[in-house]
């Protein structure tokens, strides 16, 4: 084979072939072979994470890539998602371009993902060299949503807010309060009797004039008298505000409901005893309450003299409901009243062998560190040491059974506690965002509690509970009030209740949850309620007949 010499002419085509294959090298200025990519991310403040938790909903996403990126590809190929696929709004702001900012406001406690599409392209038409998911969840908005007051202030500012419910709302003809905001004609017997309690820290801290609460206080007493149907004295549980007429709780609810009379009669007592004036319109008062007070047949509810008392009987129903009122719950005030009344009291046996019987409420175990006196264990919902406690003073309270204030702080205490450990995971729930409590739910009303646990705080809860847990409740106020306050605070105060884990939030109020708020912040400031109904004789000699011992 012989080889035949290369010419001028074809080397020359050669050497321009060689030429122009090295002329286009990444060596030549002109062109531009550096891979279009994103540099760094930053969401809120942190930068190149895979995966970001606990974010603020508001969301602030910085992406600086190493070029400019044509606006036309961003939308597309930039998107935030839920967890359902839903695409979430995107602000995109490209005035620094390369860095691209973007804000979203997105729900608290959820999780998203955040993609980068290698559909999206640089200026000059490079597309990014790899796209990127990011795993975002959500925590809370922790910004405060009202201007910070001192806590004094905000003690008042609540008190007053809640307050309103009992005077804005309450029903026109009677006065007395209705069920909830939800509720028209339907007014509450033991709402109504927290409500008179509100009232009187109203008129003490000058919400309303003396002489204001006092007329409405007795518009409901002149109604209670002269237009609502009576059970051997007591009243029902819910009642026409219009007529007088009762309402059924429920089909075999149909007549008088003996706790509810206590704790209406609970706070006409109370008031009984601020209402002291030597004048006609307040010895009147007095009077007309005195003559209601005496005529509660709490020896008719023993139900043929048995040594307990039973809840409920209506005169064409009878004692089919058959419920005994056994402790340890919220009902323990309507043992105390019942033998303090001057007229049908019951006797000594009646409370130690129908309520504590015999002793046999007790619990004694130890929770989180805390020993439970009484009930059921962990305590139960937290109205327990609530509702009797209202005016009943529980500081230096005791029995042969319990301590009552041992009883209620440490009720408190493992409530807030159980919170803190949060065993079942749910959103929110801490040291400032506690307070387990009969309420509204996500699912429905239920008597929420460690044993009974769905996820649902209740304001009540934990605000109520400050004369015990003081700096706990005090925290949570904080929380509900500063952090919350955009989901939870309205015209009559705070909301019933809210679930972190469902995004749900109330907007309803009820009577018997707003009503403790108002009075216990009270016996928590200056011991008002709690000064006014143990300064009355006759429960006085109710609590020793049962044999308490008791400041007075």
Avoid at 75 to 86: F, H, Q, R, Y
Avoid at 379 to 387: T, W
Avoid at 514 to 543: C, F, H, K
């Amino acid at each position: 084979m012989s080889i035949k010499p290369i010419n001028k002419d074809t080397c020359f085509l050669l050497f321009m072939a060689f030429s122009a294959f090295s002329c286009s090298g990444s060596d030549d200025p002109e062109i531009d072979t550096t891979p279009f990519k994103l540099e760094e991310i930053s969401i809120n403040n942190i930068k190149n994470q895979d995966s970001y938790t606990d974010l603020d909903p508001d969301l602030t996403i910085v992406l600086t890539f190493s070029d400019k990126v044509a606006a036309n590809s961003l939308s597309a190929n930039i998107t935030l998602k839920d967890k359902e696929g839903k695409t979430q709004p995107l602000n995109i702001n490209t005035d620094n371009n390369p860095v691209i900012t973007i804000t979203s406001g997105v729900q608290q406690f959820a999780g998203y993902e955040l993609t980068i599409n290698t559909g999206l392209k640089s200026n000059e038409g490079v597309s990014i060299l790899t796209g990127k998911v990011y795993s975002l969840s959500t925590g809370m908005n922790l910004s405060d949503k009202f201007p910070r007051i001192t806590d004094e202030e905000l003690l008042t500012l609540v008190q007053k807010h809640t307050f309103r419910y009992f005077w804005d709302f309450a029903h026109p003809v009677s006065g007395m309060a209705r069920e909830r905001t939800t509720s028209t004609g339907t007014v509450t017997t033991g709402g109504t009797g927290f409500g008179v309690m509100a009232l009187i820290v109203a008129a003490e801290r000058g919400f309303v004039s003396r002489t204001e609460a006092l007329s409405h206080i007795q518009k409901i007493v002149s109604f209670l008298d002269t237009k609502c149907t009576r059970y051997h004295g007591a009243y029902a549980h819910w009642i026409n505000g219009d007529t007088g007429a009762t309402i059924p709780f429920s089909a075999d609810d149909n007549g008088g409901d003996l706790v509810e009379t206590a704790l209406l009669f609970q706070g006409l007592l109370t008031a009984r005893n601020y209402f002291k004036e030597d004048t006609a319109a307040e010895t009147k008062f007095r009077d007309d309450i005195t003559r209601l007070w005496e005529a509660i047949e709490w020896s008719w509810y023993r139900k043929d003299s048995e040594d307990v008392l039973y809840w409920h009987w209506s005169s064409d129903k009878g004692w089919i409901k058959n419920l005994k009122i056994i402790g340890w719950n919220e009902c323990l005030i309507v043992y105390i009243l019942a033998a303090s009344s001057p007229t049908y009291p019951i006797p000594e046996a009646v409370y130690h062998e129908g309520w504590a019987k015999n002793g046999n409420l007790a619990n004694g175990g130890s929770f989180y560190g805390h020993k439970l006196p009484l009930g059921r264990d962990y305590g139960g919902p937290l109205f327990f040491s609530h509702y009797s406690f209202l005016g009943i003073d529980p500081r230096n309270l005791t029995d042969r059974y319990a301590n009552y204030w041992e009883q209620n702080r440490n009720h408190s205490l493992i409530n807030y506690k159980y919170c803190i450990e949060n065993p079942k995971s749910y959103n929110g729930y801490s040291s400032d965002c506690w307070g387990l409590t009969a309420s509204d739910g996500n699912t429905g009303y239920s008597a929420h509690s460690p044993s009974n646990d769905k996820g649902v705080i209740a304001p009540t809860a934990a605000i109520s509970s400050i004369p015990y847990t003081p700096e706990e409740s005090m925290k949570a106020l904080h929380f509900f009030y500063y952090k919350m306050g955009d989901k939870l605070w309205a015209d009559y105060g705070f909301v019933d209740a809210f679930n972190l884990s469902a995004n749900w939030f109330d907007n309803q109020h009820i009577a018997i949850d707003q009503g403790p708020i108002v009075i216990m912040i009270e016996n928590y400031r200056t011991q008002l309620l709690w000064n006014l109904l143990m300064s009355d004789t006759e429960i006085q000699a109710g609590l020793t007949k049962l044999g308490f011992s008791f400041n007075n």
